[in-house]
C-alpha cells in the first residue's frame, strides 16, 4: 500500500510503497478520508521529545470496513484494566493512539480493533467527517461537567 511517512522531524512526507503488519485483533480499514490535526502538526514540528521516527501519522480517520462507511476510534485501551472497566479507556495504563505507536491513517488502508470501528449512517462522510474528533471532543467534555440544556458556561 502506499503511505506518507515521515522519517525527519519538520521535512516533507516521503509517499511510498509499505508492507502492513497488523497487530492480532485488528481488523483492515480502507481510507477515504484522513483529518489533519493539530496533534499531527506538533509530531511533525518534533515537538514529542521521544517521538520514535519512521512513522504513519494519522488518527482522524474515515473509511470502509466490510463495504461499510466507519470511522476509527484512535485509542488504542487494553479493555482489562480497572480504568477501561470503568468506561474510562483513555486513562488506560496501555493507551496509545493509532498513527503514534502503530501506522495511522496518511495510508490506504490502516488497521484498528473492530471494537474502535464507528458505523456511520452513509457514504457522504465527508461532508461532515472533519467535524466528528472535535465535536466528540466537546460533548464527551460537557458530560463530564454535567452541562444540561439551559446551562451557560464559558
Known amino acids: 500500500m502506499k503511505a506518507a511517512v515521515l522519517y525527519q522531524f519538520k521535512s516533507p512526507f516521503k509517499i511510498e510503497d509499505v508492507r502492513s503488519n497488523p497487530m492480532p485483533g485488528f481488523v483492515k ?42 470511522a476509527v ?42 471494537r474502535n470501528l464507528i458505523e456511520l449512517p452513509d457514504k457522504n462522510f465527508e461532508k461532515y467527517a472533519s467535524a466528528s474528533e472535535p465535536v466528540a471532543t466537546i460533548i464527551h467534555a460537557s458530560n463530564l461537567a454535567q452541562i444540561k440544556k439551559g446551562d451557560k458556561v464559558l
Open 29 to 70: 480499514v480502507n481510507v477515504k478520508v484522513v483529518g489533519v490535526c493539530g496533534r499531527d502538526v506538533v509530531i511533525w514540528k518534533g515537538g514529542f521529545k521521544n517521538f520514535k521516527l519512521p512513522a504513519i501519522l494519522g488518527h482522524e480517520i474515515f473509511g470502509f470496513y466490510n463495504d461499510k462507511p466507519v
Open 73 to 114: 476510534y484512535s485509542g488504542i485501551f487494553c479493555g482489562n484494566c480497572e480504568f477501561c472497566k470503568q468506561g474510562k479507556e483513555n486513562l488506560c495504563d496501555s493507551y496509545s493512539l493509532i498513527g503514534e505507536n502503530t501506522p495511522g491513517g496518511y495510508a490506504e488502508e490502516v488497521y484498528a480493533p473492530e
